[in-house]
């Protein structure tokens, strides 16, 4: 199958998941166990495992710190509570971002996007395009959402909610970072706490005091902020 090596600084997690991972497959084998960056490193580099399965906050460090001092290019799973790093992880290369507690029915998803990818190493834009557009959080699972699906996004405190056809995603991205990650042809801010598809626009309707309201295609109004409305009118090609 493959080899693998474990980051975690619990050890009743490093356990569940060696556990979950021989009730998987038997055959993977774990070439090392690491409870913090320092031991993480110097393991990696000296065994260079297939698939690194690594935890964010190590001790007292973010692993992003110490990615760079990895010596080789092995496939990097995040197995973590936190869900505000998953577009970091991303951009890092990951295949994959597990939110704990990990389950065997997640974790064996993972195993198969390891073998169907068979174990050949991309580069980090390869992830971000190819496997997804954008990590988002629905429950307690991770989703690679295909940016096509939005029709807009509302930011509500520290909260992104992203609506699409079927669902309503939440992210805790801030809402300009996550408008910097999508195409901007397709996409625009149209209030301090709205982003819009363009292509998801049903009409636009003339309000009072020369102010528009955008009807999306799902039936939502969404009202256009005079201090972006000069620039929804230029990028759409019209005249107020």
């Known amino acids: ?20 991972l021989n009730e998987i497959d038997s055959n993977i084998k774990i070439l090392f166990e690491a409870i913090n960056c320092e031991e ?23 692993i992003f710190d110490v ?32 939110l704990k507690p990990i389950s065997k ?3 064996s998803r993972t195993i198969e996007k390891l073998i169907k990818l068979g174990l ?12 997804s557009r954008l990590p988002v959080k629905y429950g307690e699972e991770i989703y690679l959402l295909d940016t096509n699906d939005i029709i807009y996004l509302k930011a509500d405190n520290k909260i992104v909610h992203i609506v699409t056809k079927e669902k309503v995603f939440q992210c805790t991205m801030p809402l300009h970072i996550i408008l910097s990650k999508l195409p901007s042809k397709d996409f625009i801010q149209v209030h301090k706490s709205y ?13 009072f005091q020369n102010t528009y309201i955008v009807l999306m295609n799902n039936g939502t109004e969404i009202r ?11 990028i759409l090609g019209l005249k107020e």
């Open 1 to 20: 199958m493959f080899t693998c090596g474990i980051v975690e600084d619990e050890s009743m997690s490093m356990e569940r998941i060696k556990r979950l």
């Open 40 to 62: 993480f490193i110097k393991k990696a580099n000296l065994l260079q495992p297939d698939v690194i399965f690594l935890d964010i906050n190590v001790g007292d460090k973010l």
């Open 67 to 98: 990615l760079g001092s990895i010596e080789y290019e092995p496939h990097i799973v995040f197995v973590t509570a936190y869900d505000e790093y998953t577009l970091k992880a991303f951009e890092e290369g990951a295949i994959d971002y597990i």
């Open 105 to 107: 029915e997640r974790l």
């Open 120 to 131: 050949k190493r991309q580069k980090p834009e390869y992830y971000l395009s190819q496997l």
């Open 195 to 207: 982003v819009i598809s363009i292509k998801s626009i049903s009409k636009i309707k003339k309000w």
């Open 224 to 234: 256009i902020s005079r201090s972006y409305q000069n620039n929804f009118f230029k």
